[in-house]
């Protein structure tokens, strides 16, 4: 399994970035697949997921501002984030929710007050 994602960057208190995540080396149309991230020296946490059939779950803090979505003919799941606080910053994971442990390299998110 190979996942790459990236998108991320450096952007002020209010704006919007689009990540994106494809993956390879798995059968991805029927694979729900979870957005993750994690601050430093937090826990890494669940921000959003889909299934394979665009059934969609946001944690509370990111529901109406985040938008998950996910292309099968592409093999890649995006992440629209909107209205962003400095609180969505750290570094973004995608996975696919039924294999363990299976992480990309991930893509740093900061978001300046």
């Known amino acids: 399994v190979q996942l790459v994602e990236s998108g991320g960057g450096l952007v002020q208190a209010g704006g919007s970035l689009r990540l994106s995540c494809e993956a390879s080396?798995?059968?991805?149309?029927?694979?729900?697949m979870g957005w993750y991230r994690q601050a430093p020296g937090k826990q890494r946490e669940l921000v959003a997921s889909?299934?394979?059939?665009?059934?969609?779950n946001y944690a509370v803090s990111v529901k109406d501002r985040f938008t998950i979505s996910r292309d099968n003919t592409k093999a890649t799941v995006y992440l629209q984030m909107d209205n962003l606080k400095p609180e969505d910053s750290g570094v973004y994971y995608c996975?696919?929710?039924?294999?363990?442990?299976?992480w990309g390299q991930g893509t740093q998110v900061t978001v300046s007050a």
């Open positions: 996975t696919p929710m039924a294999y363990v442990q299976v």
């Open positions: 080396g798995i059968i991805f149309s029927i694979n729900e």
């Open positions: 889909i299934t394979g059939r665009g059934r969609i």
